[in-house]
């Protein structure tokens, strides 16, 4: 069997419990077709780039999936044809990711990362010179 992410959005105005009721549905098509979910994700309702069928917030959910091919057609067909669904991804992958996705890992976590301006030589936008600090210009052969 295939490895597989699928991340679908679902619209804003349902509930979480209608989430994960649809989220379970999905799962249950994948068992009927062979295959499995290992890792499921609520990203929360997040903002989305632009207008998907007049909503401007979705629900995210990842899915880690290992089913044939078929099970996943299966699903996505399910998905064209739910109203709640508004846009789907399904990617094909060699391995899926241990541990929690990068959408779930917090900014706290970030904290390995240098601040900037601590061990940084560049200058900074402040430490430029502004344009009432420069010398004027003169203008040579006009009055």
């Not at 959005?9 to 649809?22: G, P």
């Not at 995210?60 to 299966?74: C, G, W």
Request: aromatic share 4%; with cysteine; hydrophobic share 30%.
């Amino acid at each position: 069997m295939s490895l597989y992410e699928c991340v679908f959005i679902a619209r804003q105005d349902i509930s979480t419990q209608q989430v994960e009721t649809l989220t379970a549905d999905l799962t249950n098509i994948l068992a009927q077709g062979g295959g499995s979910v290992s890792k499921t994700e609520y990203w929360g309702l997040r903002n989305i780039a632009y207008r998907v069928k007049k909503n401007r917030k979705g629900h995210y959910v990842l899915m880690n999936i290992d089913a044939p091919s078929a099970a996943v057609k299966e699903m996505e067909r399910q998905m064209s044809i739910n109203e709640d669904v508004l846009r789907t991804l399904t990617l094909r992958v060699e391995e899926h990711e241990e541990g929690p996705s990068a959408m779930m890992q917090s900014k706290s976590g970030r904290e390995d990362r240098p601040r900037r301006g601590e061990g940084d030589d560049r200058p900074r936008r402040d430490d430029r010179p502004r344009r009432d600090d420069r010398e004027p210009r003169r203008v040579e052969g006009g009055e």
